[in-house]
C-alpha cells in the first residue's frame, strides 16, 4: 500500500491553525459535512430499531430497498426492482473498493475528482486515467468508467447528451461504468439527470451502476448511509463479494435510512437553507475579487482569482477563512478553491462580512 498519497487534507493544518488565529474564530469552507441536525423522523427510526441483538442482512431489509427504489421513482424518474438495492456503509466505502470488487485494472476518472477514486485504483493495483474525453481514448477498453454528475469539486452538471455518449461508448467496449450521484437533489442553475434516467440509458441498466448517499441531502454523514443500483447482475455479484467481506449497515442505521428515504419535506427544507446559504456567499466572494465557475450544482463555489490555490488558501486563511485548494482534485485544478456552503448561518454570515 505504499503507492497511496498522502492524506490531502493533513495538508491544510497550518491554514487551521492561521485561520484559528483570527479573533471571531475560524470559519471552516473545507469539507461539505453537514452541520443542521439530523430530521427528527430519523432519529426516532434510528432509536426504535435499537434493540438489534441479531447479525443484520448485508442487502438490506425489504423495507429499505424500497424505500430506495421508491425515492428514485418518484424523485429521479428512475425503476429499480428493489432486489436490485444494495446498502452501502457510506459510499466513499464503496467508491474506494468497486475496482477490487471488480478485479478492473483499467480506471478512467473526471479530470478534476474527488481523490477516493484515484485511491480505489491504487488499492486494487490498476492503473488510472484522468480524462473527461472518453472519446479521444481511441480503442481503449477500461474496466471501469467513473462519472460525478453534480461534480465535485466543480458542481458541473452532465447534460443528458453527454451522459448518453458515454453509455454508449462504453457498452460498445464492454465497459462498466459507475456514476456517484451523491448531489443530484442538490441542482442550482442545472436539473441534475441518473445515469439509469430512460433518457440517458434508454431503458437498460446493463452495465450501469448509480451510487446515492444520503449525507447531503439527510445530513446522514454521521450514520453512513449510501446505496447502490442499476445492473442486476452487476449488483448481485457485488453482494456476493460483501458477504463473504461482511460489509454489513447496522440495522438500527438501515431503519433510520428508510425513514429518511420516504421523506422529501426535510431534502427540500434542507436545500433551501443550502441555497440560502450559497446566495450569500456567492456574491461575497466575487466582491472580493473571485470568479466562480461551473458550480450550477452540488454543495460547494469552484472559485479562482487567477492565483495558484494554496496562494489563495493562504490569503483567506489571512482573515480567518478555511477553504480546499483545487490541486487537491487534480492537476487541473491548480488555480482554484473549493468553497463548502455547508457551515451554519452565523458562520456564512462571519465569512461574508470578513470577505467585505
Not at 482573515?319 to 487541473?332: K, Q, T
Not at 448561518?345 to 470578513?354: F, M, S
Amino acid at each position: 500500500m505504499n503507492n497511496l498519497p498522502d492524506f490531502p487534507w493533513d495538508k491544510l493544518e497550518p491554514y487551521k491553525e492561521r485561520a484559528r488565529a483570527h479573533p471571531d474564530g475560524v470559519v471552516d469552507l473545507s469539507i461539505g459535512t453537514p452541520v443542521d441536525p439530523v430530521p427528527r423522523a430519523v432519529q426516532d427510526a434510528l432509536a426504535g430499531a435499537s434493540d438489534s441483538p441479531g447479525y443484520p442482512l448485508t442487502h438490506g431489509t425489504a423495507r429499505l430497498r424500497e424505500a430506495a427504489a421508491g425515492w428514485l421513482r418518484r424523485r429521479h424518474e428512475v425503476t429499480v426492482d428493489q432486489r436490485d438495492v444494495l446498502p452501502l456503509i457510506g459510499s466513499k466505502e464503496f467508491v474506494a473498493w468497486l475496482p477490487t470488487y471488480l478485479g478492473a485494472k483499467r480506471v478512467v476518472l473526471p479530470e478534476l475528482a474527488y481523490p477516493t477514486y484515484d485511491v480505489g485504483a491504487r488499492l486494487a493495483g490498476a492503473s488510472a486515467l484522468a480524462s473527461d474525453g472518453l472519446l479521444a481514448l481511441g480503442p481503449e477498453r477500461p474496466d471501469l468508467v467513473w462519472i460525478n454528475s453534480p461534480g465535485n469539486p466543480t458542481g458541473r452538471v452532465l447534460p443528458a447528451e453527454h451522459l448518453r455518449k458515454v453509455v454508449a461508448w462504453a457498452r460498445e467496449r464492454g465497459t462498466i461504468v459507475a456514476s456517484d450521484e451523491c448531489y443530484i437533489e442538490l441542482g442550482w442553475e442545472e436539473r441534475p439527470i441518473s445515469i439509469l434516467h430512460p433518457d440517458v440509458c434508454g431503458g437498460s441498466h446493463e452495465g450501469l451502476l448509480a451510487v446515492h448517499s444520503l449525507s447531503k441531502r439527510s445530513n446522514l454523514a454521521g450514520y453512513r448511509a449510501g446505496f447502490v443500483t442499476g445492473d442486476p447482475a452487476l449488483v448481485a455479484r457485488l453482494l456476493e463479494i460483501r458477504k463473504h467481506a461482511g460489509m454489513i449497515m447496522p440495522a438500527p442505521v438501515q431503519a433510520a435510512m428508510a425513514a429518511a428515504l420516504d421523506d422529501d419535506r426535510h431534502a427540500d427544507e434542507q436545500r433551501e437553507l443550502y441555497a440560502s446559504r450559497r446566495a450569500r456567499l456567492r456574491p461575497a466572494l466575487e466582491a472580493a475579487g473571485w470568479r466562480v465557475d461551473h458550480s450550477t450544482a452540488g454543495l460547494y463555489l469552484w472559485a479562482t482569482n487567477g492565483e495558484k490555490s494554496w496562494d489563495q488558501v493562504g490569503k483567506l486563511a489571512e482573515i480567518g477563512i478555511l477553504v480546499a485548494p483545487g490541486e487537491f482534485y487534480g492537476s487541473a485544478g491548480t488555480q482554484h478553491i473549493r468553497v463548502a456552503v455547508t457551515a451554519t448561518d452565523e458562520r456564512v454570515d462571519a465569512a461574508v462580512r470578513r470577505l467585505q
